[in-house]
């Protein structure tokens, strides 16, 4: 790509998103510019590949947004909203600014689930 340096590359906006079917992760740099890595489901090893600067200028393509990006982005909005549906709708214990128990649980479990698909992608 014409302008593009490893310097811009690693130093931009990084996202991955894991395709465990293809066994690969789409780096996505500053919503613009992509790299795929075969072999490997770890999208934080893929990020600091990234990053370090571990890759062929070759490899960076314009990003497009394919059906496993779409769905990942569908599935973090969705959990997203409800994560914020949760702490919306959910009691105060009176006088501190804490939530309950099982708020706190609930809360925790669909926060991992987030950091989960991030990381690891989309269960199959």
């Known amino acids: 790509m014409r302008g593009v340096t490893k310097d811009v590359i690693s130093k931009g906006s990084l996202k991955a998103y894991v395709n465990r079917k293809e066994n690969s992760v789409k780096v996505v740099i ?5 790299i795929v890595l075969e072999g490997t489901t770890d999208g934080i090893g893929a990020k600091k590949i990234i990053r370090s600067g571990y890759f062929e200028l070759g490899d960076v393509q314009a990003f497009y947004e394919d059906v496993n990006t779409k769905l990942i982005k569908g599935e ?23 939530y309950s128990k099982d708020v706190e649980r609930n809360t925790e479990e669909v926060a991992f689930e987030i950091t989960n698909i991030k990381s690891h992608g989309i269960p199959e």
């Open 30 to 34: 500053n919503d613009e510019f992509e």
């Open 76 to 98: 973090l909005k969705r959990l997203s909203q409800k994560l914020s549906d949760m702490y919306e709708n959910a009691e105060k214990i009176p006088g501190f600014f804490m």
